[in-house]
């Protein structure tokens, strides 16, 4: 039987030879980018995902053994032992810096390697392109996140006992997605491996450490106090804190929807400018 259609009917083609078409979304090439992405931080996991949890061990170490740290805070009208107060802000902070680290690297070697062409030429619209970069970011700070639980979950005297899973993970994964597209951010700007380290080292890194990690913020002076209060880090630290407490030093339904908004924003402003090319096609 011959495959042709008889003489005079005309068969409609749905496309021409040789050019393909992808509806929607192209989730073949979405999931292929996002595991190129956990793949490359995966591969040396002893550097990306269990050096940040020594690190961070060694902060609840210093902070507990060292200065005698068996005092409570109050945290919300509540006494917490210190241990367990720091104990959930080291575990985002690790987790806020690492996926920093991992958006700000991704288009940033690209750019200075000759390599960018890997992520201009493949037929990925911008939004699936964001949201591979994204979800590789937030799956490292997931990664050392678990990593950081486990080793403070094995240190005698820390509680981490999940009250508010939900807490917990609305304020990880945003708090995680809203540093990773400051990452993107910084790695579309950046030029040199050096403009992305002065981000880490003079924005990310004080803004952390600043944020109500280490104290509440209740006991600061009023003037610092409304500076922490402008701090989107600080809204992520105790929402995630609350998580684990039951108790924060803000509003939580106030932090959850800020942090919410500024990554809205921060998607959208990420997908305006790689939709340009600004710095990265010019």
């Known amino acids: 039987m011959s495959s042709q259609p008889p003489i005079g009917e005309i068969r409609p083609m749905m496309n021409a030879p040789g050019v393909p078409v992808i509806r929607n979304v192209n989730w073949g090439g979405l999931r292929t980018l996002y595991i190129k992405e956990v793949r490359r ?44 107060f720091i104990a959930p802000g ?13 958006a700000s690297f991704s288009l940033l070697v690209g750019k200075i390697q000759g390599t960018i062409v890997d992520y201009l030429m493949p037929p990925l619209s911008t939004a699936e392109l964001l949201v591979a970069m994204v979800g590789g970011a937030v799956t490292r700070a997931i990664c050392v996140g ?13 509680h981490i006992v999940p009250h508010h899973p939900l807490a917990i993970l609305w304020f990880g994964l945003l708090g995680s997605a809203f540093l990773a597209l400051v990452g993107v951010l910084t790695s579309i700007w950046a030029e040199k491996f050096d403009h992305a380290a002065a981000v880490q080292n003079f924005v990310i890194a004080p803004l952390t450490l600043l944020s109500g990690t280490f104290y509440s ?3 600061l002076a009023p003037a610092f106090r409304a500076f922490s209060h402008v701090n989107p880090f600080f809204y992520i630290i105790s ?13 939580v ?15 959208i402003l990420c997908y305006a400018l790689l939709r340009s090319g600004w710095k990265i096609k010019n």
Request: glycine share 12%; no cysteine.
């Open 253 to 267: 339904l106030v932090g959850g929807a800020v942090i919410f908004a500024i990554d809205v924003a921060l998607g």
């Open 146 to 158: 678990l990593a950081v639980s486990l080793a403070m979950a094995l240190w005698p005297g820390v």
């Open 217 to 219: 913020v209740d006991t």
């Open 41 to 84: 931080f995966f591969k040396v996991q002893l550097q990306t995902i269990w050096a940040p949890a020594i690190t961070t061990l060694l902060f609840l170490i210093i902070f507990t053994v060292a200065t005698g740290g068996k005092r409570p805070v109050m945290v919300g009208g509540v006494a917490v032992p210190f241990a367990d």
């Open 90 to 102: 080291l575990i985002v902070m690790g987790m806020l810096q690492n996926a920093f680290a991992n």
């Open 239 to 251: 929402g995630f804190r609350y998580g684990f407490l039951g108790t924060a030093d803000s509003p």
